[in-house]
């Protein structure tokens, strides 16, 4: 679930589970321009509980964050101006009420992915801070695990355009917008969330089918 930079890595994420794991039971839910800044523009607490309600998932992979980039409104309908600590404050009480959600509901674990590194100064300086606030979200729930990629597309700390996947096939890793992943790019973050999934026994490569046993 997430804005329009999970579409790429949800397609990712259900041909993974397919091929690898025989998973092929997924739904992949997003909506372009949204987050959780916003939620006047689109209420992601209502449709996330509404999927949760169809759905019934028994793990919830999000993320959010592209879009949220922006000034906000607290709950008292005042203007709070973009990585204030006014704003942090809000930005925080709008996430773990998403994870509160989350955590009261019936679905049994949550990964929550952040954000990677850019070659965007606007986002290299609001998505740490949007990481650490998306980080505190496991206090809210115990359900809640925080997947840290921001080293991904990083060598010493700096954004780097060209990486290798896990075969060793070399590919651009974000389109110019310093936000969305190529297809190249959807696929090495597809791993990281996978490989976590698997340290956590949450999904167990399926045992290859048994030879009949032949007649004496």
């Known amino acids: 679930m997430g804005d329009s930079v999970m579409f790429d890595l949800g397609i990712k994420l259900q041909y993974t589970l397919k091929k690898k794991y025989n998973i092929a039971d997924t739904k992949l839910d997003y909506k372009v321009s949204t987050g959780l800044n916003r939620i006047d523009y689109y209420d992601w607490y209502a449709r996330t509980n509404q999927m ?8 919830v992979i999000v993320l959010f964050g592209g879009n949220d980039t922006q000034d906000i409104t607290d709950s008292q309908g005042k203007y709070r101006a973009i990585l204030t600590p006014e704003w942090q404050k809000t930005y925080q009480e709008r996430v773990d009420k998403y994870a509160k959600l989350l955590g009261s509901s019936s679905v049994r674990k949550v990964y929550w992915v952040g954000q990677s590194t850019s070659n965007k100064s606007s986002y290299i300086k609001a998505f740490p801070v ?60 597809s791993d990281v969330i996978v490989d976590k999934m698997v340290a956590d026994k949450i999904l167990k490569s399926p045992q290859p089918p048994k030879s009949p046993k032949k007649k004496p």
């Open 52 to 59: 949760i309600e169809d759905y019934r998932p028994d793990v």
């Open 130 to 189: 949007m990481n650490n606030i998306y980080k505190n979200a496991k206090k809210t729930s115990p359900k809640i695990e925080f997947i840290s990629t921001w080293e991904v597309f990083a060598q010493s700390g700096k954004f780097v355009p060209v990486v290798a996947d896990k075969s060793g096939k070399r590919g651009y890793v974000k389109i110019s917008d310093g936000v969305h992943f190529t297809s190249h790019g959807a696929q090495i973050v």
